[in-house]
């Protein structure tokens, strides 16, 4: 973990109240696709924990949805100011887990932590199956990124207006990918319908209401099959087996 | 320049220490930053049985401040002794405080007189104050009669100094407080969150999963800073002052309005190296104040 300030490069509209802000800063501690950073806002007490979509040596990109008055905040926000972030937070996404062929399952935000978790799986020679869902074309993200980088594509919108009409799950059966490994990431009942109904071993990144962000304060407590875990710093990510939805 | 601190013959180098609840075992900030610099630390709230706490979600954003209804997530005192001490030990060597929670008298006892033979902590400070859980915790701190037996009959089994951590949530403090006095404690941590409560207006419900939840953060500093001040002008035992401290100026507030040793809770949510932050500041802020030992502040006003 570490905190500094960081400068914002840009801050864009990707999509409906949905923006990607590309920030300067350190970033080694980031070590693996899935963590986050928690940025703090003024006038606001606690941090808003926020992934990190992809990363170099000296800048970080996060999507966010304006969805309160902390959001709305940096939605306004101009290239030149700066947030101060505390950066490489939770466990990140087990790459190796996965052999040769790997299933993403997102929805919504949730595609932006797998997004280097794809990066990295096919620049280990793995092939990766991408299935992404939003409500509605408006809200989708990062699907012309995801062909770009060499990922076989799906999509599923509830109303429709891109791909197959319904849920991931949905897309998921229409598809029928083969892969040895999943990961999903996006609203808890999708991640829940996605680990119960693929067979195989997966991980999921999970979501909690958080305090500190880094494991000191046990506000964002679940149950797992192996104990009391605590979503910002055990997890976010947890194996399928390990979930009790 | 001395910021060195004397609480019931335990040293403390400087007299600042992470809030129990706010900064875990210690243990897990262990890799972040040295320890050492801290003065002391209050560990996790600890109960004789491992316990999970209340469903999430049990954190909810105030204006300055936080709610929690965490509900004393901890491994029990077993764990405690035989690992999280252990662990904090080979890293850090200041003082050490073990905050110790109870469901009944027995318990508080038992639980307290099992910490004191622990060789690696220094102070038992006893959680009278906890909101968030039921049938324990804050209902022997919002009585003096409750308060004084539970300060009693942990004294008797103790030969540590014994600490109670009071609540906000009573009418007379310093009725308390004496009663603690009286019983025996070696002194006071004042004081523990203020029960409080959100709603989502959207999904019309509670915010926190256990409806109420304590109210920590700088918002909460003035109400601690005058409990801290009365107790102290009432009571001749030493007070570990809490409540919304987030800077060495709060610090320093806190020791003229009458505690000892201050603790910072919330301020470690909103940035985990804020205590660090605070001991380094601490200094700085004694020069420019003209302090040149911080025990000439205990209790000026």
Known sequence: MEKALYTILSNELIADKTFRMRLAGPTGSLKRAGQFVDVAIDGFYLRRPLAAQEWDSDSLAVIYKVVGEGTAIMSDMAP??????????????????????????????????VFSLAKEL?????????????????????????????????????????????????AIKAVQPEFDYFYTCGPAPMMKAVCQSLEGPGE?????????????????????????????????VFKKEDIIW | M????????????????????????????????????????????TTLEARFGNECPRIAETPDGVLNSVGLQNPGIDVLLSEKIPQLRKVYDGVVIANISGFGLEEYVKTCALADKCQGIDILEVNVSCPNVHGGGM???????????????????CRKPVFIKLSHNVTDIVAIAKACEEAG?????????????????????????NRYGGLSGRAIFPVALRMVNQVARACNIPIM?????????????????????????????????????????????????????????????
């Open chain 1, 80 to 113: 030149g100011q700066s947030l101060e972030l505390l950066c490489g937070l939770g466990n990140g996404f087990d790459a190796d887990a996965c052999r040769k062929s790997a299933l993403i399952a997102c929805g919504g935000l949730g595609a932006s932590p």
């Open chain 1, 122 to 170: 096919l620049e280990a020679g793995k092939k990766v199956c991408v299935v992404m869902g939003f409500n509605t074309a408006a809200d989708a993200v990062l699907v012309e990124e995801f062909k770009a980088m060499g990922a076989d594509v799906h999509l599923a919108t509830m109303d429709g207006s891109l791909g197959v009409k319904g849920f991931v799950t949905d």
């Open chain 1, 204 to 236: 999921a990144s999970l979501e909690e209401r958080m305090g500190c962000g880094c494991g000191i304060c046990y506000g964002c407590t679940c149950h797992t099959a192996s104990g009391p875990k605590r979503v910002c710093a055990d997890g976010p």
């Open chain 2, 2 to 45: 001395v910021t060195e601190v004397n609480l019931c013959g335990v040293r403390f180098a400087n007299p600042v220490i992470p809030a129990s609840g706010t900064f875990g075992f210690g243990v897990e900030m262990a890799g972040e930053f040295d320890l050492n610099v801290l003065g002391g630390i209050s560990l996790k709230g």
């Open chain 2, 139 to 157: 209902a022997f701190g919002t009585s003096a009669a409750a308060a004084a037996e539970v300060t009693a009959a942990v004294k008797a089994a």
């Open chain 2, 185 to 209: 404690a070696d002194g006071l941590t004042l004081v523990n969150t203020l029960l409080g409560m959100r709603i989502d207006i959207n999904r019309r419900v509670p915010i926190l999963a």
């Open chain 2, 241 to 301: 002052g809490c409540g919304g401290v987030s800077s060495a100026s709060d610090v320093i507030e806190m020791m003229m309005a009458g505690a000892t040793a201050v603790q910072v809770g919330a301020e470690n949510l909103k940035n985990p190296f804020a205590s660090k932050e605070i001991v380094e500041e601490l200094p700085v802020l004694m020069q420019k104040l003209g302090i040149q030992n911080i025990n000439e502040i205990i209790g000026v006003v």
